[in-house]
């Protein structure tokens, strides 16, 4: 039987981690872009997960214990700060970035992960219009580039009716954080 890839063998140890604790998880970025269709050179692996205990040093120990050494010396100031835990697998030569999913948008993109098989690993994976949203929410000029190819694949039609819906909301949200208390959203925007 032929061996997986390094990136099936990083996803099948650490969704049995994640299963295990009883974590919930999903795969986005460019691993996630790979599987649906827009390869992407990279050496990372990143996903999200909902903790079942809440606890990140515990998720720590379980993905150490899984073979994954933690890139960051102290890990509660680098969480406050990123909510982000940085890994690296010697074994496959890969970084995983394991994002602790806290805010209502990425509760929503777990909740509409799909599981897709990755070179034998039955994966959840973000939906593409989630993943658009996030990519035009980061901005960076090699996330438009993203957006351009998402839109652009021919495989199924994509629910941009959902996609513009969300980017809205968060933008009324967005603006509304910013604005100062007693304001008017139409005052707000003819100061800017």
Request: charged letters at 30%.
């Amino acid at each position: 039987m032929p061996s997986r890839s390094p990136v099936a063998e990083i996803l099948s140890r650490v969704g049995a981690t994640f299963d295990g604790r009883g974590d919930r998880w999903f795969l986005f970025g460019a691993q996630a872009l790979a599987v649906h269709g827009i390869p992407r050179l990279t050496a990372d692996v990143d996903v999200t997960v909902v903790l079942g205990d809440g606890q990140p040093r515990a998720l720590v120990r379980a993905l150490s214990e899984a073979g994954l050494e933690l890139r960051v010396a102290d890990v509660d100031d680098f969480v406050e700060s990123t909510s982000v835990l940085p890994f690296f697998d010697a074994e496959s030569g890969l970084a995983l970035d394991v994002v602790l999913g806290r805010s209502g948008l990425e509760l929503e993109c777990l909740e509409r992960a799909i599981p897709i098989d990755v070179d034998g690993v039955t994966v959840p994976v973000i939906t593409v219009e989630d993943l658009v949203i996030l990519k035009v929410l980061a901005g960076r000029p090699k996330d438009r580039e993203d957006v351009s190819a998402l839109l652009r694949r021919k495989s199924r039609p994509l629910d941009l009716d959902r996609v513009r819906k969300v980017l809205g909301l968060l933008e009324e949200a967005l603006d509304q954080s910013d604005r100062p208390a007693g304001s008017t959203a139409r005052g707000a925007r003819r100061e800017r």
